[in-house]
């Protein structure tokens, strides 16, 4: 056994002041998709192993080397399933969408937060838990609503600061244009067989349209002059592409079109996007989505249209710290400096009534020595970034007072308050 045990490989924890940054990310999250009327929906980590190899794909690296599956073998309870922890949130929400008949009164507009796991080499910006922020739009067969999710991904961009990610945009079409253009690219890739690597080779028949996202560099000069998927559009596909652009344009969104765009999930058809960027080496992706329409049907649902988006919760806070845009922790507005233990009852009530004005309050708490000196005090509530003291000292106690002094600006200017009238000076510790 251990000395010590330690967070798994690639699972981290998440500590002070970091998890503030976490929090400020959350909130500013929650208060825009408010604006854009998503509301929130939280599935089970664990789910049905079968789940995702349905929604997600079988012949894909998600379901093939990166989940963590088990099965779950209870005697007692008569249990004998395969079980995986979720990599991704969209099958989850699309499993809750048609387990509890939420589109029976039209479309619905969701979003989800939470941690999702794949066992894969951690680096930066990729980890085995990692977690996602989502967006879904199930009912919705417009390209309209395909531009409010870029729109609201563009928003949330500006809310918190962030500048260089940019937008890429292609289409995959439907179902028999991808057929058509799968011949093709089957044979292709055949005349070229000698180029492809193993991993190329094992999907040539199964998901070629996945050999197009390789990272081998290798294999670049013949991706490159592989047959393009958007060549095989037809006009519905192209119109549904096009009208996309006008929103995005009359909504003055940059973008680059990209024909070589391929989600690493096999749901997808017609919009994919991605928001990219350039300052977060390999791992360039910070945002990504499109056009499901066939998933809901295939998790046993009535067929609807459905889009969506998820963004890695790390990589944006890695980039937000990149560009200094990540706030510190929000420091105390004031910190209780007890010179006598007989004071904290008094000391306590006051600051139960401040707190309850929203007057964020640090307490001096008793070490193993006592509560210790004046000076000391002091010097901690200096190191706590708290703009003000209030020390419950005897004489003020005595007076039913306490002394307010500024640690910040004026420091050192001070004032008595009345403790039994917290309520009306507690705004000005603010």
Known sequence: ????????????????????????????????MARFAYRNIRTPILEHTALFVRGIGEVTDI???????????????GDNDHLSLRPEGTASAVRAVVEHNLLYDGGKRLYYMGPMFRRERPQRGRYRQFHQIGAEALGFPGPDVDAELILLAAALWQALGLTDVRLELGSLGQ?????AH????????????????????????????????TKNPAMREVVESAPRLMDFLGPQSLAH?????????????????NPRLVRGLDYYNLTVFEFVTDRLGAQGTVCAGGRYDGLIAQMGGKP???????????????????????????????????????????ALHTLQQLRAAGVRVQMHA??????????????????????????????????????????????????REPLGDAIRWAITLK
């Open 63 to 77: 379901v093939e080397k990166e989940m963590y599956s088990f099965h779950d073998r209870s005697d007692k309870y």
């Open 304 to 346: 609807a249209p459905a889009v969506g988006w998820a963004l890695g919760v790390e990589r944006v806070l890695e980039l937000l710290g990149e560009q200094g845009r990540a706030p510190a922790a929000p420091a105390p507005h004031a910190y209780a400096v007890v010179p006598d233990a007989a004071a904290m009852p008094q």
């Open 241 to 257: 592409f096009n009208a996309l652009r006008a929103i995005l344009d009359a909504s003055g969104i940059a973008y680059t079109i």
């Open 366 to 415: 008793a070490g193993a020595e006592g509560l210790g000196s004046f000076k000391s005090q002091f010097k901690k509530a200096d190191a706590s970034g708290a703009a003000h003291a209030l020390i419950f000292g005897a004489d003020e106690l005595a007076a039913g007072e306490v002394t307010i002094k500024a640690l910040r600006d004026g420091a050192g200017a001070q004032r």
């Open 175 to 179: 179902a028999d244009e991808r057929a």
């Open 1 to 32: 056994m251990p000395d010590k045990f330690t967070a798994v490989k690639g699972m981290n924890d998440i500590l002070p002041p970091q998890s503030a940054r976490w929090e400020w990310l959350e909130s500013t999250v929650r208060e825009l």
């Open 182 to 213: 799968r011949a093709q690219l089957v044979a292709h890739f055949q005349q070229h067989a000698d180029q492809l690597d193993e991993d190329a080779r094992r999907r040539l028949h199964s998901n070629p349209l996945r050999i197009l996202d």
